[in-house]
């Protein structure tokens, strides 16, 4: 399931991301998809859709839909803080170029990871789905988390959405 | 972007020729005598055998020579433009349009086109005697717009082509070369007498002038006349006059004397005042458009909250421009339907030649103008259709005269505006669609229970199911059913409906009803809950309001009484679940999806809103209840309901509270 779109580690074996938390643990994903950083804006609910992708948001004059991944990771639902952003990140969906909006608690930083310090999930002692996850890396101690996006809206956005919060 | 790659060119006008010719064979087959026709097939041969060459498509040019060759002696009248003829140019037509897709492509079935077209050639010049090649003389004398050196003519190339075809003497005309004061030297002012010795026949000598015949004066008379011509002799006087002509080469020629001035003011202004765009273009400025009407929507917001005299002012005006150029931006991307129209008699010709059937094909309305988008993604589905009609629909002569029809079955294909939407009709006149096979069909795939109440039209509607496509025996027994759901999808995908009627023996009728364009409709905003929604205003029939008495007494049932009829409703707090109380007083917007109608409850009516449709994306893929979503002034946005596959949730949710009870 992992496609080339998830491969972005270069020859010396490095990773631009962008890190972010979600119910303080901290997320990463490829600096290359990210398109623009929003402050929480006005969402439109979409009745009847998968409840990962429940919502919508103008960015730009486009609709662009709003993923949540705290779903995906079975965390809760948070309320909007004075950190809460918007990642819009353009993301390959069906072979279509989509804009897609993640929210996230809070946003790091543009940052390296070494792919020597990562670690694929490991099988047990993980509340998270382990399709979820492309890789583990470690960084001072913690670890963050790189989510295999392809893998969650695939999930999330298909006739069994209804099985995606299984932990 | 500006950069545009030549052999791209060459395939949209060899699309065109290629076009052209089609139409023009598929003419030919009703008229095989319209020299008119024949000298326009003949023409575009010509050009694209020469185009291709220029632009390397070397396998196209030769291949399309042999054509050409055989319909220069249609056009000679050395041979007849019989149905073989035209049948063996239709199917080389197709291998030609491979070779103009791709320049390389393998010969492949080339030389069998080849030698059925030669054989149907050969078949002809059995009845129409060659002509003899004996040699003749011909004066001819030609002058030449004095524009023509400015469009590219070049005199000495023609005199050249003469001398090519026989012995030449060629005298320049120096009458016509005015005082050197006023010569321009752009201009061409000299004449040419051409004596020419050659085997070659007259149309020979009018081919050199093909390209610059509309606008040119040329004369053509033969000296010293061969004795079987002597009736021509008149012509030497100079003009030929009509009555007097014998030699269908010479009739040829008055012909075109005469067509070619009318031909020429035809032409003049539509090569003036159209220009060549491509799509993608437009569709870009239609977004840019949709932006505008969106800023401009905001712009409005603001300044109505302002007491500033000159904002408002300016507000208006640019509200006015605004919807003025959304109007003509509209009007650009409308094209008449008679485009699609077309290529469907050529897939009649084909499907009557398979089927052995007498198919007659009938268009109306070929003049409906429908956005671009819209009609190219309405080819496959008509395809589908016509070709179900055709096939499936239509029963073979013998059993068509034995059900007391005429032999020839007929399938018609209407388009008319209606309002905001254009209806497409296929009509035929075949066994039509057995409602009992239908549903035992049905009922044995288990889309419907059996035993279950269903309006005719809701036994037909199955035929669009998906589940009752797959079935293969279907095709056997009413003849309707493969692809339709392929049909029905592109069809809701462009906001339509489809609607069927038959009656059993005397045919059947499919109607597609198409929204006029696809970017921008006119909608009703309401308010449910918290959420705003559009509603498309060409489905709203009426606004009612629905007192709480009402509501109350309706919790058992959702009906309301609506001038005498019951009109069943659905309330969308409810459906969206919105977790909200109902405002006290609530409206039902009846909509209407053709057949039935149903009301909405909302809870607020906002007003009209025009709307440009943004798309949702594929996340949201599996949510039919919306066909889109829009940016209101504030910035928001507001999904656009789909008012049919609401109704039918609304019909799902209510069959699942009516089991649970």
């Not at chain 2, 000495?156 to 005298?171: H, I, K, T």
């Amino acid at each position: 399931m992992t496609t080339e779109q998830a491969s972005g580690w270069d020859d010396s074996g490095h990773l631009q991301v962008l890190t972010f938390d979600m119910q303080g643990e901290t997320f990463a994903i490829e600096a290359g998809m990210v398109r623009e950083i929003l402050d929480r804006i006005p969402e439109t609910v979409v009745p009847g859709a998968p409840e990962m992708v429940g919502g919508l948001v103008n960015f730009r004059g486009r609709v662009v839909p709003l993923a949540d991944l705290h779903k995906a990771f079975g965390f809760d639902r948070t309320g909007i803080t004075m950190d809460s952003r918007i990642i819009v990140i353009e993301f390959d969906m069906h072979g279509e170029a989509t804009l897609v909006g993640l929210k996230a608690d809070k946003v790091h930083e543009v940052t390296v990871l070494e792919k020597a310090a990562t670690e694929t999930a490991p099988r047990v002692g993980m509340r998270w789905r382990q399709d979820f996850i492309r890789c583990l890396a470690k960084r001072s101690g913690d670890f963050i988390v790189v989510p295999d996006l392809e893998r969650i809206f695939t999930v999330g956005c298909g006739a069994d959405a209804a099985s995606f919060t299984q932990h | 972007m500006s950069h545009t790659d030549p052999s791209e060119v060459f395939r949209v006008e060899s699309q065109e020729l290629l076009e052209q010719i089609e139409q023009g064979l598929l003419d030919l087959e009703n008229n095989p005598s319209d020299s008119e026709v024949v000298a326009s097939v003949f023409r575009a041969l010509h050009t694209l055998k020469g185009s291709g060459a220029m632009f390397g498509y070397e396998a196209l040019s030769a291949f399309t020579h042999h054509c050409e060759t055989a319909f220069d002696r249609v056009r000679k009248g050395e041979a007849a433009a019989t149905p073989k003829l035209i049948g063996a140019v239709l199917a080389a037509l197709d291998h030609m349009r491979a070779l103009a897709a791709k320049p390389d492509a393998e010969a492949g079935d080339g030389e069998a086109l080849l030698t059925s077209l030669r054989q149907a050639m050969e078949a002809e010049s059995e009845f129409t005697p060659p002509a003899p090649p004996a040699s003749k003389t011909w004066r001819i004398r030609f002058s030449l717009p004095a524009d023509c050196l400015v469009n590219g003519t070049r005199p000495l190339s023609l005199l050249d082509e003469l001398r090519a075809l026989g012995e030449a003497e060629v005298d320049a005309i120096t009458d016509d070369i005015p005082e050197l004061s006023a010569l321009v030297p752009t201009e061409c002012h000299l004449a040419w007498q051409v004596v020419l010795k050659t085997d070659q026949p007259r149309s020979a000598i009018e081919d050199v002038f093909i390209f610059v015949i509309d606008d040119m004066k040329l004369e053509i008379e033969e000296v010293g006349a061969a004795a079987a011509e002597k009736e021509a002799a008149p012509q030497a006087a100079g003009v030929p006059e009509p009555g007097n002509v014998t030699s269908l080469a010479d009739h040829r020629k008055d012909h075109d004397e005469q067509a070619a001035p009318e031909k020429f003011e035809a032409r003049l202004p539509m090569a003036g005042e159209t220009v060549r765009v491509p799509a993608s273009r437009l569709d870009e400025l239609l977004d840019q458009v949709g932006e505008l009407m969106i800023a401009q929507s905001r712009l409005k917001q603001v300044s109505a909250a302002t007491s500033d005299m000159n904002l408002r002012s300016v507000a208006e005006e640019i509200e006015r421009l605004a919807s003025e150029l959304r109007d003509s931006m509209m009007f650009v991307r409308m094209v008449p339907i008679s485009q699609l129209f077309g290529r469907f008699r050529r897939l009649i010709h084909d499907l009557a030649r398979d089927t052995g059937k007498k198919i007659e094909f009938v268009t109306e309305g070929e003049t409906t103008e429908l956005d671009k988008t819209v009609i190219e993604r309405l080819a496959d589905p008509l395809i589908h259709l016509i070709r179900n009609a055709a096939d499936h629909g239509l029963e073979s002569p013998a059993d068509r005269i034995k059900a007391g029809k005429s032999e020839v079955g007929h399938v018609h294909l209407t388009a008319r505006q209606a309002g905001a939407e254009v209806v497409i009709s296929v009509i035929d006149d075949g066994r039509g669609i057995d409602r009992d096979r239908v549903r035992a069909k049905a009922e044995e795939n288990g889309l419907i229970a059996p035993g279950t109440t269903l309006s005719d039209n809701e036994i037909y509607q199955l035929i669009l199911q998906p589940g009752f496509s797959t079935a293969s025996t279907i095709t056997n027994l009413s003849g309707r059913g493969v692809g339709m759901d392929v049909v029905k999808r592109t069809i809701e995908g462009l906001r339509g409906a489809i609607e069927i009627s038959t009656v059993e023996g005397e045919g059947s009728k499919v109607n597609l009803r198409i929204p006029l364009t696809l970017a921008i409709i006119d909608g009703l905003l309401v308010r449910v809950g918290e959420g705003r929604y559009v509603i498309p205003l060409s489905n709203v029939e009426e606004c009612v309001e629905l007192s709480r008495e009402q509501d109350l007494r309706s919790i058992g049932r959702s009906f309301i009484t609506l001038r005498e009829s019951l009109v069943p409703f659905l309330r969308l707090r409810e459906m969206f679940a919105t977790g909200t109380d109902p405002d006290p007083y609530q409206k039902i917007v009846v909509v209407s999806n053709g057949a039935e109608r149903v009301g909405l409850v909302v809870d607020q009516i906002l007003g009209h809103h025009q709307t440009v449709i943004k798309p949702l994306s594929a996340f949201h893929a599996a949510v039919d209840t919306f066909s889109g979503a829009t940016i209101l002034g504030d910035g928001s946005v507001a999904l656009i309901l789909d008012v049919m596959h609401l109704i039918a949730a609304g019909q799902k949710q209510e069959e699942r509270l009516r089991a649970a009870r």
